[in-house]
């Protein structure tokens, strides 16, 4: 099955036990096969809410569907494509985490309803209380029979265990007012104290009611350090890591323009320039890049037009970046074309480059766009292009100044 492949090329990460991920997908398959042929109907509206949850990672997953489309003759329909996406999460999840079992109190996660959202069940729950280590998730079964030392129960229904340990049933997809209350009354329950959470979207809401608010992401940035300073357990929804966008990215300082370049080898070299400049790889991470791609290949080049080199965040990234050159008269592309942008990526984990990745994806597919790019005589105008080719969808970007 490619569409492991795929997600890796699309989404710039490299899955951890891939052949594990594409046996379960083989697994499912099978009865999905029958309901997508026969257009037969399942409820999925649980899924919805993970939908959102992890909308990058859906987006890339749906990008990556069209061997399975091409087996099938069809279609998927999105219900089919939030269930992928939901095993991709999972694997991603299960081979992402850290082992704290240093940490004070032990929890184990009961879920009856398939290992996939029992996985996002105690993903939501490690998010939440990050002060707590939990065990792999169990079936009921499992945990009548586990051994197991711990302090701590959370459960999709009701369950019984010894008297001097804490049950908490929890829904499996807590809204945020959920979410706020369960940390509330584990931490008086299990910790003794008072969990004094200041949600910092509510925050901002009040700031903008009765003031202009100028940069909204620094403001935001330093609320959350003045308030980590007092609160060191904060609710995940103030912990959340931010969306970075292609202009945080691709700035004026991290674009290079030249004339022509001698090769393949010479573009890439040029192209990250600025993220060794500026400290952001080392150059570790350009040999990894030529040793990887010794000649552009048709799965790093976004809509046969921008080509995205990388390598893993091991062989020598720092920090996360993109740096983006432009070559007036091109270098031959993998199809004999002309290609004229090459931007290079450094990613530092599996999930805080994407927003900006889907960015580049219908940029390299806009030929307008595309098309002023071309044309543009600096870098400066090159980061204008950038800039518009989102400040219409997101309101941050409406007030930024060149």
Same mark, same amino acid.
């Given at each position: 099955?490619? $569409? ?17 991920? $594409? ?37 890339? $997953? ?42 004070? &109190? ?16 105690? %993903? ?72 004094? %959470? ?52 691709? *700035? *004026? ?45 048709? %799965? ?39 290609? %004229?942008?090459?931007? $290079? ?45 989102? &400040?219409? &969808?997101?309101?941050?970007? &409406?007030?930024?100044?060149?």
């Amino acid at each position: 099955m490619g $569409v492991g492949t795929e997600f890796e090329r699309k989404a710039v990460i490299n899955l951890i036990d891939k052949k594990i991920l $594409v046996d379960k997908l083989f697994l499912h398959f099978k009865p999905a096969y029958y309901r997508i042929k026969y257009k037969l109907t399942t409820d999925y509206r649980p899924l919805e809410k993970v939908s959102e949850e992890f909308k990058m990672l859906h987006y890339f $997953v749906k990008e990556s569907l069209d061997p399975l489309k091409v087996f099938l003759k069809s279609e998927l329909p999105e219900s089919e494509i939030m269930f992928i996406t939901l095993f991709v999460v999972g694997h991603i999840l299960e081979h992402n985490e850290q082992n704290n079992f240093g940490a004070k &109190k032990k929890a184990i996660v009961v879920c009856p309803n398939g290992l996939s959202i029992s996985k996002l069940m105690k %993903h939501n729950l490690q998010s939440l209380f990050p002060e707590i280590y939990f065990y792999p998730t169990m079936s009921v079964r499992e945990f009548k029979k586990t051994d197991l030392p711990y302090d701590i129960v959370f459960s999709a229904r009701p369950i019984t265990a010894p008297s001097d340990k804490k049950i908490f049933v929890v829904n499996q997809m807590m809204e945020d007012s959920e979410r706020n209350e369960l940390r509330k009354i584990v931490m008086k329950s299990v910790f003794r104290r008072e969990d004094n %959470h200041i949600n910092i979207s509510q925050l901002m809401e009040i700031i903008s009611e009765y003031t202009e608010v100028i940069d909204e992401q620094q403001l935001i940035r330093s609320l959350k350090g003045v308030i980590q300073e007092d609160n060191k357990f904060m609710s995940s929804e103030s912990d959340k890591k931010e969306v970075i966008h292609l202009p945080e990215l691709i *700035t *004026t300082s991290m674009i290079r323009i030249v004339d022509k370049v001698s090769d393949w080898q010479e573009a890439m070299k040029v192209a990250a320039q600025p993220l060794l400049e500026t400290g952001k790889i080392s150059s570790q991470y350009l040999k990894a890049l030529n040793n990887q791609y010794p000649v552009v290949s048709e %799965h790093i080049v976004l809509q046969r037009n921008i080509a995205i080199p990388h390598a893993e965040s091991e062989k020598g990234v720092k920090e996360l970046g993109m740096s983006m050159l432009f070559i007036k008269e091109g270098i031959p592309n993998f199809d004999g074309s002309d290609l %004229h942008f090459i931007v $290079v990526i450094a990613a530092t984990d599996r999930k805080s480059h994407f927003t900006a990745l889907m960015e580049l994806m219908k940029l390299a597919g806009n030929d307008a766009l595309l098309n002023e790019l071309s044309k543009s005589g600096n870098e400066d105008e090159i980061y204008q292009v950038i800039l518009k080719s989102i &400040k219409e &969808k997101d309101p941050l970007y &409406k007030s930024l100044r060149s």
